[in-house]
């Protein structure tokens, strides 16, 4: 019995192992999505952002995914100052005692990274609807209206139970 069962479980496992590689196999070749689309999006953000973007032109819409890879290339080495900055101003509040001045400095450093980073954005839109008619400068803005952050995730909560 035992034996049967556990035949009968493994030809059910497999059978739905290989109809899934099946299916994710034909998902992607059907949604074959470039690396330059891939983003931190929940999937009905990014369903927005491809049904405006399909809206473009092909020259067009090759213009703003390279334009975006350039803002990417541009704000990483910034991103990565200001991750390192974090984790300083981390282990100067956790520390034995506390040295505001350091602190106080190194906090000051962060804000003109971040005002680096948006003003490499603002060019980059700058340069995209400079080349862009009315429409498309349209699907522009209704594009970079979609937030899509990274993290944010929040916590779910545990319930404390009653001893």
Do not use: W, Y
Request: proline share 3%.
């Amino acid at each position: 019995m035992k034996r049967t069962l556990a035949a009968v479980i493994l030809s059910v496992g497999l059978t739905g192992l290989s109809h899934a590689q099946e299916i994710s196999l034909t998902s992607l070749e059907e949604k074959s999505v470039s690396t330059e689309q891939k983003n931190s999006c929940k999937p009905r953000q990014m369903h927005r952002k491809r049904f405006l973007l399909k809206k473009l032109p092909v020259e067009k819409r090759e213009l703003f995914f390279s334009t975006m890879a350039e803002v990417k290339n541009q704000s990483r080495p910034l991103k990565k100052e200001i991750k390192v900055i974090k984790k300083q101003l981390k282990n100067l509040l956790t520390s034995e005692v506390f040295d505001e001045a350091a602190f106080t400095e190194k906090s000051a450093q962060i804000g003109p990274k971040k005002k680096e980073i948006a003003s490499i954005r603002q060019g980059a839109v700058v340069k995209l609807a400079s080349s862009f008619d009315q429409n498309e400068r349209k699907i522009l803005a209704k594009v970079l209206k979609i937030k899509c952050h990274k993290g944010h995730k929040r916590q779910p909560r545990v319930q404390q139970r009653d001893s």
